[in-house]
């Protein structure tokens, strides 16, 4: 009686939970799902995989669960564009939201909207309308940075020349640099080298990014973290983010102890009068929401900001040392336009070989192969239905290497962005950085950077492989929660 009376019961829940869980009607196709994992068993360890095999068997809209909710993923371009560009698909997915809540936040009690990056609604809005206004107020995308940056850049050079013919690994060398550039822009301070807090910080943050798949079923199920294995699995992987946050926490308390209301000396200051001018109490700058948000932010702007664009100088350079002829083309076009002087934004538009390097380095490497959205309010897309709350991923990856508008698109190859003229050509395709409500807003600083970081350092030195020969040199990106380029040592000569 008992075994039939549980048999009934499962029956009803699993009755229940189908009813619940069931594909709505005129959902797009895609892999078979099951009860509370969803269609983990099709993404298996590797979701860009997964995007990759569903498009060739479902087409460029494909639907799939992540757990218990559901989700699309988009391959193709136009699309792709159409919906990010809308209110409706600028919202995030619930249970990335939570578990990078999880990741992130003090403790579970914290109040906060999730910063820039996992914010939504009106809150998404006022947060990312005043981080764009300030870091463009201090500077960010314009001719400003540039003393922040090439001070960073004469300090690596004059570092580097003490290796002089030695084999250096360039990964924290360059990662310094280019956080010190964000760093004076957030807080008005310069990081120390020699300091072993902030060098723990750097080396949090990357493990966090390099270690952390996407793909972990805790990104797909938060509620796993609670269980044992998993939760241990969990705090290991949460290490790296409260370390950044205990830093930048302590940047803000000074803030606050030294702050001067007629006086904003750089984004901090800007953010903390921002809050105590808030009197509203639905808004994400005011009371306690305020509190969790600043750190929040700070967070998505300085871990974000820093690891991704020191991620791209570490590609770069590799690419170069596997295609030395490369290398040499590009400093001839510095020799040739720029000279002895230090290299300014304004010799870009003179060098169309170098831009077409950092965007063929940003195409190929691809660091940001995928981002999730989330619906917010059923969507008729297409000929679909796609309901409220339906995760929304883009297929970057696929779309910057659509072999239909791509030419050999496995290969590196600058010069598909150079035209039969020798001029520098656009791409619209090239989307590292996003399209839509949500593109990445540190876009200007980190094509400053990427383009003064590489001409500076090219102009000092040759870079080349510690390997038997450059074709030896691994150039495929890592699959990870970003792509990230494989571990390398360069031999650095100055140049006369």
Same mark, same amino acid.
């Not at 463009?136 to 314009?142: L, N, R, S």
């Not at 003229?421 to 989307?431: D, V």
């Given at each position: 009686?008992?075994?039939?009376?549980?048999?009934?019961?499962?029956?009803?829940?699993?009755?229940?939970?189908?009813?619940?869980?069931?594909?709505?009607?005129?959902?797009?196709?895609?892999?078979?799902?099951?009860?509370?994992?969803?269609?983990?068993?099709?993404?298996?360890?590797?979701?860009?995989?997964?995007?990759?095999?569903?498009?060739?068997?479902?087409?460029?809209?494909?639907?799939?669960?992540?757990?218990?909710?559901?989700?699309?993923?988009?391959?193709?371009?136009?699309?792709?564009?159409?919906?990010?560009?809308?209110?409706?698909?600028?919202?995030?997915?619930?249970?990335?939201?939570?578990?990078?809540?999880?990741?992130?936040?003090?403790?579970?009690?914290?109040?906060?909207?999730?910063?820039?990056?996992?914010?939504?609604?009106?809150?998404?809005?006022?947060?990312?309308?005043?981080?764009?206004?300030?870091?463009?107020?201090?500077?960010?995308?314009?001719?400003?940075?540039?003393?922040?940056?090439?001070?960073?850049?004469?300090?690596?050079?004059?570092?580097?020349?003490?290796?002089?013919?030695?084999?250096?690994? =360039?990964? #924290?060398?360059? @990662?310094?640099?280019?956080?010190?550039?964000?760093? !004076?822009?957030?807080?008005? *301070?310069?990081? /120390? +080298?020699?300091?072993?807090?902030?060098?723990?910080?750097?080396?949090?943050?990357?493990?966090?990014?390099?270690?952390?798949?996407?793909?972990?079923?805790?990104?797909?199920?938060?509620?796993?973290?609670?269980?044992?294995?998993?939760?241990?699995?969990?705090?290991?992987?949460?290490?790296?983010?409260?370390?950044?946050?205990?830093?930048?926490?302590?940047?803000?308390?000074?803030?606050?102890?030294?702050?001067?209301?007629?006086?904003?000396?750089?984004?901090?200051?800007?953010?903390?009068?921002?809050?105590?001018?808030?009197?509203?109490?639905?808004?994400?700058?005011?009371?306690?929401?305020?509190?969790?948000?600043?750190?929040?932010?700070?967070?998505?702007?300085?871990?974000?900001?820093?690891?991704?664009?020191?991620?791209? =100088?570490? #590609?770069?350079? @590799?690419?170069?040392?596997?295609?030395?002829?490369? !290398?040499?083309?590009?400093? *001839?076009?510095? /020799? +040739?336009?720029?000279?002895?002087?230090?290299?300014?934004?304004?010799?870009?538009?003179?060098?169309?070989?170098?831009?077409?390097?950092?965007?063929?380095?940003?195409?190929?490497?691809?660091?940001?192969?995928?981002?999730?959205?989330?619906?917010?309010?059923?969507?008729?897309?297409?000929?679909?239905?796609?309901?409220?709350?339906?995760?929304?991923?883009?297929?970057?990856?696929?779309?910057?290497?659509?072999?239909?508008?791509?030419?050999?698109?496995?290969?590196?190859?600058?010069?598909?962005?150079?035209?039969?003229?020798?001029?520098?050509?656009?791409?619209?395709?090239?989307?590292?950085?996003?399209?839509?409500?949500?593109?990445?807003?540190?876009?200007?600083?980190?094509?400053?950077?990427?383009?003064?970081?590489?001409?500076?350092?090219?102009?000092?030195?040759?870079?080349?492989?510690?390997?038997?020969?450059?074709?030896?040199?691994?150039?495929?990106?890592?699959?990870?929660?970003?792509?990230?380029?494989?571990?390398?040592?360069?031999?650095?000569?100055?140049?006369?």
């Amino acid at each position: 009686m008992i075994f039939f009376l549980l048999l009934f019961l499962v029956s009803i829940l699993c009755f229940v939970y189908s009813a619940r869980n069931a594909t709505p009607k005129n959902f797009p196709a895609g892999p078979c799902s099951f009860p509370l994992i969803g269609s983990l068993l099709s993404v298996g360890v590797d979701l860009k995989s997964a995007f990759q095999k569903w498009r060739r068997q479902w087409g460029d809209i494909v639907g799939f669960k992540m757990g218990s909710e559901l989700a699309v993923v988009i391959s193709d371009f136009d699309m792709l564009q159409e919906a990010f560009k809308d209110d409706r698909f600028a919202g995030r997915p619930e249970n990335l939201s939570s578990v990078f809540k999880a990741y992130f936040a003090k403790d579970a009690h914290e109040k906060t909207s999730g910063g820039i990056v996992f914010s939504t609604g009106d809150h998404w809005k006022e947060q990312r309308r005043f981080a764009m206004k300030t870091l463009k107020d201090f500077g960010v995308g314009k001719s400003a940075t540039q003393t922040i940056i090439n001070d960073e850049i004469n300090k690596l050079v004059e570092e580097l020349r003490q290796d002089d013919g030695q084999s250096i690994n =360039l990964k #924290f060398r360059t @990662n310094l640099a280019v956080v010190n550039t964000l760093w !004076q822009i957030l807080n008005g *301070e310069k990081s /120390d +080298s020699n300091n072993p807090q902030m060098m723990e910080v750097f080396r949090s943050t990357a493990e966090f990014i390099q270690e952390n798949s996407m793909t972990g079923p805790i990104m797909l199920m938060p509620w796993l973290r609670h269980l044992p294995f998993f939760k241990t699995m969990f705090e290991k992987a949460r290490t790296g983010p409260q370390t950044m946050r205990k830093f930048t926490a302590e940047s803000i308390r000074r803030h606050i102890d030294t702050y001067d209301e007629t006086h904003q000396r750089d984004f901090i200051d800007s953010y903390i009068k921002k809050m105590m001018e808030t009197t509203d109490e639905s808004s994400s700058f005011h009371g306690k929401h305020g509190e969790g948000n600043i750190q929040r932010t700070m967070l998505d702007v300085f871990g974000a900001g820093s690891e991704t664009t020191s991620s791209i =100088l570490t #590609f770069a350079f @590799n690419y170069l040392t596997r295609f030395p002829e490369m !290398q040499r083309k590009v400093q *001839e076009e510095i /020799d +040739s336009v720029v000279g002895s002087r230090a290299p300014e934004l304004t010799d870009r538009p003179k060098m169309p070989y170098t831009d077409a390097v950092i965007h063929e380095v940003l195409r190929h490497s691809c660091i940001v192969y995928t981002t999730p959205h989330a619906t917010t309010e059923d969507v008729q897309f297409h000929g679909f239905t796609i309901p409220k709350g339906t995760s929304v991923f883009a297929n970057t990856s696929h779309i910057m290497n659509d072999p239909k508008h791509w030419d050999k698109p496995e290969e590196f190859n600058p010069d598909r962005f150079i035209d039969s003229e020798g001029n520098f050509k656009k791409n619209e395709r090239c989307i590292p950085f996003l399209v839509g409500k949500r593109y990445c807003l540190g876009q200007q600083l980190a094509q400053h950077e990427l383009f003064l970081f590489l001409t500076g350092l090219l102009q000092a030195f040759t870079f080349s492989t510690t390997l038997a020969d450059p074709s030896m040199v691994d150039i495929e990106p890592v699959v990870g929660f970003l792509h990230t380029c494989p571990n390398y040592n360069v031999i650095i000569n100055s140049r006369s």
